[in-house]
């Protein structure tokens, strides 16, 4: 966990050594970020007030030359360094701050050789559940390394640091409720690992592309990669490569998001961070807002915030500060971006949302609280657009900027769809759903974007009214029935409307349940076209000039990746980022959408990973999405998090497991009654039924054991883990649980894990971050506190400062997966057998690779004696006639009856048995 609070980084350097390009005019404002930016370099020099006099109570290092002490508040270490000969008065020099840390610190001790600080770290998840929120850790900091490290983190309470006499090892009480005190010692360091990348990292390193955005004039695009350990940003002019311009190497936590070119593409603004600390710096990271001089200007720190937004006419910049609504004025001179001062334009309570400029950029409209506000930035007067006890959200302008386009929703009514005169602020219903399916909004996914006006001025947006996600239009001038526009068994997930403002661009399920394609319409109800197609899906479809359209890939093969049609429909891919050298593709299998029915007869879907028959072990994994309103895909994800699940799933593929992601009951992308299952989660778990009938399925599939079937999960997905576990160990043999949610509390208690703790019996791999701010870390101590008073075979995985997903850092990542799937394909291994061996035979007789049929009966033949032997205890004639098996083997790749591949399969096998047995 390398940490660089001192060190300069590539942004810092930029504006301390800027002499005048594009920087900014001092003011307060600059005078403020100068002060954050000095903060996070030097912290050895600027210390707070209470932090100035060195205490008399600080603990000193064995070798005299170093006091620390604990902030007042807690949460930072502080140390200072002799500067004088040790006598009665000793003197310190100037305090530095060492870290600030989540929870609190307590009992510094120094370790023998004064290089190493351990402390108590006590942390709370901020949980409602009483005796079950405070959790601890041990935490050193490495003086040489600048570096903090949690020997064995635990869902327990660690507490009361020894060292070892040579400074090795660690020495700790552990605490767990309802547990005797556990004394433990664990080594301070881990072995560092020279090993070239495992498999599992080699198909986890892969690029995640998303935030694809394109310029106002629509002749550039840029978005952003995750790519292992980097973070990166790409910008792609017209008819030209893509190109990295923002890059960040040191795996330290910080996303990138929310990125927005300005109209001709000459400037990108991103925001960095969110709020973690993964590697407790002394000055906790915030989150800031850059601006990116493109192709190859200057980076420009705007300051703390988000939600950063170009303005049509190119002449400023907003963004939001806390409760501020920032400003700054844009120019170029000779080519070179220049950012003026930055000035607060007001404050606001609560939160705003939906930025949108006008088409002029003379006014920006926001939704905030129940209604939209319009600011003017030559009056800098605020006009306020509402209905009496009506809520207004997902606004949107009109082409000529005359009008604005709302969603509005009234108490026990369903919603419609508004309209507000800009010069009068005067309103009007332009339609409203009917009472039934889809009398609640159920918008499109992973976009702000709800509303979208035509060249003609009509008004098209999402509705369930037939039971699926669909596209519909009206006229602005308002109308009782809207018009579909894309009918068919399948729901829009995201939609565009084109430069012109003639045509919709969607992706969607149609005629492809399991994937997403893209597809196009007019305003007015013609048939749907289709755009793409294949075993890939397509998303987030993004219109540029010229007729063009950019939109996202990721194939079963193929990691995300942005490609560019024309208007002819020729297709290319951006040249960047590029898959690692190292991707096993040939690793891969190509998942098969497939649908059975839950136990009570509903039909639930899937994607099915089946290994080779060579290759297949004979075991079985499903895996839970979260959500649970999700759906997966038959390839790589849209969202990180799952590719990077997709990625897991075909690792337990390439070991041989057959694994069943479940699209089961209450997720997206199958209709309203499905999203909208009875007695679904705490109303009565009634999803559990479609990954029983799933296991049933898998049962039955001529690749697998019935008896060795495991499950894994994250979120909502751990939950479905647990609940499997707890309900039926006798099906679910192992479990991987990652955030999952264990506790309800009342009359939703029935449907809970914790419900079924009594009858819980099988081994289980529980992984949770400790700021997870979806799943309270508490679930996860609870869990550990019941499993550890009942014997249950439980291993741990905590991470402090770890986010839910648990993929901040690429490491982290790589450390949790592996761990994971380790122990599900260790308790789901199966020792080699008589019966696999005949079953391997018949499978390779029909596939051609034996010479002839009386290889393989002989073969057979031989076995059946082996196997009558075993199950007698007659062991001394199992093993000669397994000898005599293999001789059979030797002459019959001798004469070529056998294939080598073959041959080298069964050997092994009866090696192992062999072994075994003798």
Request: hydrophobic share 35%; with cysteine; charged share 25%.
């Amino acid at each position: 966990m390398r940490r660089h609070a001192l060190k300069e980084t590539p942004h810092q350097s930029a504006l301390s050594a800027a002499d005048g390009k594009g920087t900014y005019r001092w003011h307060w404002y600059g005078l403020y970020v100068f002060l954050a930016i000095l903060l996070v370099i030097t912290p050895a020099v600027l210390v707070s007030a209470d932090e100035n006099d060195v205490p008399e109570d600080g603990v000193v290092s064995p070798d005299g030359e170093r006091i620390a002490w604990i902030s007042e508040d807690e949460q930072s270490v502080w140390s200072a360094q002799r500067i004088t000969e040790p006598d009665d008065a000793p003197e310190w020099g100037s305090p530095e701050r060492l870290l600030t840390i989540h929870g609190t610190v307590k009992n510094l001790v120094f370790s023998p050789d004064s290089k190493n600080i351990a402390f108590e770290n006590h942390r709370s998840s901020g949980s409602s559940l009483q005796g079950y929120a405070d959790h601890g850790f041990i935490a050193i900091y490495s003086l040489e390394n600048d570096e903090i490290t949690f020997p064995d983190p635990s869902f327990g309470i660690d507490i009361e640091p020894e060292w070892s006499e040579d400074g090795e090892h660690i020495s700790f009480i552990r605490q767990v409720n309802g547990m005797p005190d556990e004394y433990k010692t664990v080594p301070i360091s881990e072995s560092v690992d020279d090993n070239p990348p495992s498999l599992l990292e080699s198909m986890l390193d892969v690029p995640h592309v998303s935030e694809l955005t394109s310029a106002g004039d629509g002749k550039s695009i840029a978005y952003t990669a995750r790519e292992g350990t980097e973070r990166n940003i790409y910008f792609m002019p017209d008819r030209e490569d893509a190109e990295l311009v923002v890059h960040y190497s040191d795996d330290d936590g910080q996303a990138l998001s929310q990125i927005s070119l300005s109209q001709h593409g000459d400037a990108l603004a991103y925001v960095r961070g969110d709020g973690y600390n993964p590697e407790s710096l002394p000055t906790p990271p915030e989150q800031e807002v850059w601006v990116k001089d493109l192709p190859d200007g200057d980076l420009h720190l705007l300051g703390t915030g988000s939600n950063p937004y170009f303005s049509p006419d190119n002449e400023r910049i907003v963004w939001t500060d806390d409760q501020r609504f920032m400003s700054a004025p844009l120019s170029w001179q000779d080519g070179d971006l220049q950012i003026g001062e930055a000035e607060e334009l007001f404050t606001f309570e609560g939160s705003i949302q939906t930025l949108r400029f006008s088409p002029d950029g003379e006014q920006i409209a926001y939704h905030r609280a129940s209604g939209i506000d319009l600011y003017d930035f030559e009056t800098k007067n605020i006009s306020r657009i509402s209905i009496p006890d009506v809520r207004l959200s997902d606004l949107s302008w009109s082409p000529d900027g005359d009008q604005i386009a709302f969603r509005q929703t009234a108490s026990g009514e369903p919603w419609g769809i508004g309209l507000a005169d800009v010069s009068t602020l005067e309103t009007r219903e332009v339609w409203q759903a009917s009472e039934g399916k889809g009398s609640s909004f159920f918008g499109l996914a992973h976009q702000d974007e709800q509303l979208f006006w035509s060249d003609d001025d009509h008004i098209a947006f999402v509705w369930e009214g037939d039971g699926w996600r669909h596209l519909y239009s009206v006229p602005s001038s308002g109308a009782e029935n809207a018009t579909l526009l894309t009918p068919g068994e399948g729901e829009v997930e995201n939609a565009a409307v084109s430069h012109d403002h003639t045509k919709l661009i969607y992706s969607a399920n149609m005629d492809d349940p399991g994937r997403r394609h893209l597809w196009e319409v007019d305003f007015s109800g013609k048939e749907p076209a289709s755009i793409t197609s294949g075993t890939a899906s397509q998303w987030a479809p993004t219109p540029i000039a010229d007729g063009k359209l950019a939109y996202i890939e990721g194939g079963w093969a193929d990691p995300t990746s942005v490609k560019v049609m024309n208007e002819s429909g020729d297709t290319m891919q951006a040249s960047l980022p590029e898959v690692p050298e190292a991707f096993p593709e040939e690793e891969m299998v190509n998942p098969e959408f497939v649908e059975f029915p839950g136990t009570d007869g509903q039909t639930a879907y899937g994607q099915l990973f089946v290994p080779s028959m060579e290759d297949a072990k004979g075991c079985g994994i499903i895996f839970a999405h979260g959500g649970p309103r999700r759906s997966m895909l038959q390839g790589y994800h849209y969202i990180e998090t799952y590719s990077n699940l997709y990625g897991l799933n075909q690792y337990l593929a390439s070991q041989g497991c057959t694994v069943l992601s479940v699209e089961y009951r209450s997720g997206v992308m199958f209709g309203y009654d499905f999203r909208n299952a009875e007695n679904a989660g705490r109303r009565g778990a009634s999803e559990y039924k479609d990954i029983l009938g799933a296991a049933e399925f898998l049962q039955n599939h001529e690749t697998v054991d019935p008896d060795r079937i495991g499950i894994h999960g994250l979120s909502w997905g751990g939950y479905i883990t647990a609940l499997a576990l707890a309900r039926d160990s006798d099906i679910f043999k192992v479990g991987f649980d990652l955030a999952g949610v264990h506790e309800f509390f009342g009359e939703q208690r029935p449907y809970s894990p914790m419900a079924n703790i009594n009858d819980w019996t099988s081994p289980v791999y529980v992984a949770h971050g400790d700021r997870d701010r979806a799943v309270t870390f508490s679930q996860s101590v609870f869990l550990n506190e019941a499993l550890k008073a009942r014997n249950v075979e439980m291993k741990e995985h905590v991470f402090p400062d770890e986010a839910h997903e648990m993929e901040l850092r690429f490491e982290h990542l790589v450390d949790v997966y592996g761990g994971g799937s380790e122990f599900l394909l260790d308790h789901l291994a199966a020792a080699p057998s008589v019966s696999n061996m005949k079953t391997l035979i018949e499978y390779f007789k029909d596939e051609g690779e034996f010479a002839n049929n009386a290889a393989p009966r002989l073969l057979s033949t031989h076995l059946t004696a082996v196997g009558h032997y075993q199950d007698t205890d007659q062991m001394n004639k199992a093993v000669r006639h397994m000898h005599g098996f293999q001789d059979l083997l030797d002459h019959q790749l001798a004469d070529n009856s056998v294939s080598e591949k073959v041959y080298d399969i069964l050997v092994e096998f009866s090696d192992d048995l062999l072994e075994e047995w003798e």
